[in-house]
């Protein structure tokens, strides 16, 4: 997709001729795009400054409903305060993050598009990541700290008491209720050891050079501030807004709790099943009831079906294609270890040295970072998701986005993660029965 401009344009826009388009169409494009690149970046500061006040709000609203008087009926309280909660972090979280995250995708693929024009290399590219600074170093910090006990345990808990592996999981819990998480290590946590990134006055002509003959209206610098600060931004308004969800999450748990659902009957429900209009507890229970059973009826059914990983038309339903995936490789790192598949029977400090793998991260698997792994290979994830942007932080080897590679790799027990030569590879297989 041409959603923002890159250094690449010229090199794509051969694909839209192959397909009929004509040359003032796609110089019609360009200058589009180049605008839309243009407004966005000069615009930025107080596009990202804006978006940070809303967070701001939401916690003030958040702090006052945390003060608010229950009354007779405590699960109807329960399941307002959660409503009211999921209502505001959609009008001030989620819509903010999307458009930070936006911003940070466009400032990568600038960047990756200097990487392929050898404008920068990748050692530049890996040392500017290495530099942006998230709530994940604090974190990171904030543990090392706990460890050392330099902090209370309860004044880390307080900071970070809303992460759970899976934001939008009613079934885990989060960290002020998983203490596991948490516990002091038993190795040495390694300490960033961040170098400042600079660029030499060469580097610094070429760039500016580079974007001026391009038609692109910032410099080098404002396009790094750019990417930093848009980075950071997305990665601490996901921080923020995921505030709000947990809260909520936990206050339909409790709601649950006490018309006797579990958590695991609750994530049957979709939100409109959980706050549908009723006239009492009773009808609610019984609605409930009803809405599980039939899920996990659907649910049994869904897990006989196999679908493709991408649909293009009908026929793809009927003939199931699996196509070669393209994972986002983070760093210019090679490392051979250990593939240790992240699950509820893991012992936490297992990972320590080993290659990990999860599905998909959010900032609830954060405390991954702090027993020291590896790598890191994930399923699902594109080149400025939130692992994406954790593994450059820490400059940490990965593979993000593996798509069916992952489901590949469920029985192999050692592999070499090449992220340079953009390859996994299988070192020992584990044998079947």
Same mark, same amino acid.
């Given at each position: 997709m041409f959603t923002c401009y890159d $250094?690449?344009?010229?090199?794509? *826009? @051969? &694909?839209?001729?192959?397909?009929?388009?004509?040359?003032n169409e796609i110089e019609e494009l360009r200058r589009a795009i180049i605008n839309l690149t243009n407004n966005l970046i000069v615009k930025s500061k107080e596009s990202i400054e804006e978006d940070l006040k809303s967070l701001e709000e939401m916690k003030k609203t958040r702090s006052v409903l945390k003060n608010k008087q229950p009354y007779d009926d405590a699960v109807f309280y329960l399941l307002n305060?959660?409503?009211?909660? +999921?209502?505001?972090?959609?009008?001030? !979280?989620?819509?903010?993050?999307?458009?930070?995250?936006?911003?940070?995708f466009v400032g990568k693929i600038l960047l990756e598009s200097m990487i392929k024009k050898e404008v920068i290399d990748n050692k530049f590219y890996d040392n500017f990541m290495n530099s942006i600074n998230t709530v994940a170093s604090d974190f990171k910090k904030d543990f090392i700290l706990m460890n050392k006990g330099k902090i209370q345990k309860d004044d880390f808990v307080r900071r970070y008491y809303h992460?759970?592996?899976? *934001?939008?999981?009613?079934?885990?819990?989060?960290?002020?209720?998983?203490?596991?998480?948490? /516990?002091?290590?038993?190795?040495? =946590?390694?300490?960033?050891?961040?170098?400042?990134?600079?660029?030499?006055?060469?580097? @610094?002509e070429k760039i500016d050079g580079i974007l001026r003959e391009h038609r692109l209206k910032?410099?080098?610098?404002?396009?790094?501030?750019?990417?930093?600060?848009?980075? %950071?931004?997305?990665?601490?308004?996901?921080?923020?807004?995921? /505030?709000? #969800?947990?809260?909520?999450? &936990? +206050? =339909?748990?409790?709601? !649950?709790? $006490?018309? !006797?659902?579990?958590?695991?009957?609750?994530?049957?429900?979709?939100?409109?099943?959980?706050?549908?209009?009723?006239? !009492?507890?009773? %009808? $609610?229970? &019984?609605?409930?009831?009803?809405?599980i059973s039939e899920? @996990?009826?659907?649910?049994?059914?869904?897990? /006989? #079906? &196999? #679908?493709?990983?991408? =649909?293009? *038309?009908?026929?793809? +339903?009927?003939?199931? /294609?699996?196509?070669?995936?393209?994972?986002?490789?983070?760093?210019?790192?090679?490392v051979k270890a250990r593939l240790l598949k992240l699950d509820k029977d893991i012992n936490e400090n297992e990972i320590g040295g080993s290659i990990v793998m999860i599905e998909n991260g959010d900032p609830g698997y954060d405390w991954i970072f702090t027993r020291n792994p590896a790598g890191l290979i994930t399923k699902y994830g594109g080149v400025a998701s939130h692992m994406s942007i954790r593994c450059a932080e820490f400059a940490i080897p990965a593979a993000i986005g593996c798509g069916v590679l992952f489901d590949k790799l469920n029985k192999v027990k050692e592999i070499i993660l090449d992220c340079k030569i953009k390859k996994i590879i299988p070192f020992e297989v584990e044998k079947c029965g």
């Open positions: $250094l690449c344009f010229e090199d794509r *826009s @051969k &694909e839209l001729l192959e397909t009929g388009f004509t040359r305060m959660a409503k009211f909660l +999921l209502d505001d972090c959609r009008k001030r !979280g989620t819509v903010q993050f999307s458009r930070l995250a936006r911003l940070g992460l759970r592996p899976g *934001s939008y999981d009613i079934t885990t819990l989060r960290y002020e209720d998983s203490p596991h998480l948490l /516990k002091t290590s038993d190795f040495d =946590i390694l300490e960033e050891n961040l170098e400042e990134f600079l660029m030499n006055s060469a580097t @610094k910032f410099n080098s610098a404002d396009l790094f501030d750019f990417t930093k600060s848009a980075l %950071e931004a997305r990665e601490f308004s996901k921080f923020e807004f995921t /505030k709000n #969800l947990s809260d909520a999450i &936990e +206050l =339909i748990a409790m709601a !649950g709790e $006490l018309m !006797g659902f579990t958590r695991q009957e609750l994530a049957m429900l979709f939100v409109e099943d959980i706050f549908s209009n009723t006239r !009492g507890r009773h %009808e $609610l229970a &019984e609605k409930w009831k009803k809405v899920r @996990k009826k659907q649910r049994e059914l869904n897990e /006989k #079906l &196999e #679908l493709p990983p991408i =649909i293009f *038309s009908g026929s793809d +339903l009927d003939f199931i /294609k699996y196509y070669t995936p393209k994972p986002n490789y983070i760093t210019q790192k090679k």
